[in-house]
C-alpha cells in the first residue's frame, strides 16, 4: 500500500519539474537580428505568450 506522503512528495516533484519546463518556456526571447528573422521572433513570443497564459491556468 503506498503511504500518503509519498504519493504527495512524488506528485509535488512532478509539479516542479512541470513549472521548471512552463519557466523556461515563457522566458524572454532574444530579440538579435543577427541569429533569427523577423517571423521567427513572432513565432516565439507567441509560444512564449501561450507558455505563460498555461502557467496562469495551472495556478
Request: with cysteine.
Amino acid at each position: 500500500m503506498n503511504d500518503p506522503r509519498t504519493l504527495l512528495e512524488s506528485r509535488l516533484a512532478t509539479l516542479r519539474v512541470s513549472l521548471a519546463r512552463t519557466a523556461a518556456a515563457a522566458a524572454p526571447v532574444e530579440l538579435d537580428q543577427t541569429t533569427q528573422g523577423r517571423l521567427s521572433r513572432m513565432d516565439a513570443m507567441q509560444q512564449q505568450a501561450m507558455a505563460a497564459s498555461r502557467a496562469c491556468v495551472k495556478e
